[in-house]
């Protein structure tokens, strides 16, 4: 029998994995399920026969790509799919797919909440900032760019965005001021809201020199990878710009540096939580199980990301 495996370290709600075992059991394939594990040996165990599996952050490196003799289809239930070995996959004729857009409502609204935690002092009784008339830069106009960019407009923001990859028109559109570099977008904005990639581009590139281009009091927000942040970089910046702030739902490796020494100027999640609503679950769990039902059934690569 065809078996799709559900690899989260991180939960899905459990209304997501009964929305997954619908589509999964309706297809006559067998839904197993790998919660909370700690160990990397039990995501290598569960994987041993498996035809399609679900994860989310989870870490399919090769080691577990090659432990999965029977595996046609992984697909990663959100945007980023940096945790996947790609090269991997391909070697072994299978198919990684994302599942766009399917949670990005949630990561935007985190991004707005931790900013209005942050404004207000993480609510300790002082009087803090309002985000009204504030600019806003949202680094890469994709999914959860453009719910930022809109949940931002609500809270009376001035909204720009830097996206090399989509026209100017596409983000003007949108009521968003379209800038022409990154530099332009980080000396403009009090906030800079991340959403790009982690890649081999990406990865430290936002550095001292870029951030210092921001203006008095400017905060930079994460909800991207910690990877593309350059934490040396940042740390010099926090003690060179007094002014200068970092909320993050990624925890920087330096995070322990942060505590010491930067109360009041940084938040940063416990756990990546941009996506952990029910409701975000529930739209990537469905898709990505949609996708592998799709995929083994008809051949359907929609969302393939290993070409
Ligand atoms: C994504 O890339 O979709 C987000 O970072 C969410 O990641 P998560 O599923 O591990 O919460």
Sequence with gaps: MTKVLIATDKPFAPAAVNAIREVVEGAGYELVLLESYTDKAELIAAVADVDGMIIRSD????????????????????AGYDNIDLEACTEKGIVAMNTPGQNSNAVAELALGMMVFLARKGYNGQAGVELRGKN????????????????????????????????????????????DTVEELYSTCHYVSLHIPANDKTKKSINYDLLNLMPEGGILVNTARKEVIDEEGMLKLMEDRKDFAYISDIAPDCKDEFAAKYEGRFFFTPKKMGAQTAEANINAGIAGANQIVNYIEKGDETFRVNK
Excluded: Q, S, W
């Design 59 to 78: 870490k399919a490196t090769r080691e577990v790509i090659e432990a999965a003799k029977n595996l046609k289809v992984i697909v990663r239930a959100g």
């Design 136 to 179: 806003i830069g949202i680094h890469a106009y994709g999914n959860v760019g453009k719910h930022v960019a809109n949940i931002a407009k609500g809270f009376g923001m001035t909204v720009y965005a830097f996206d090399p990859f989509v026209a100017k028109e596409a983000i003007e559109a949108d009521g968003v001021k379209a800038v």
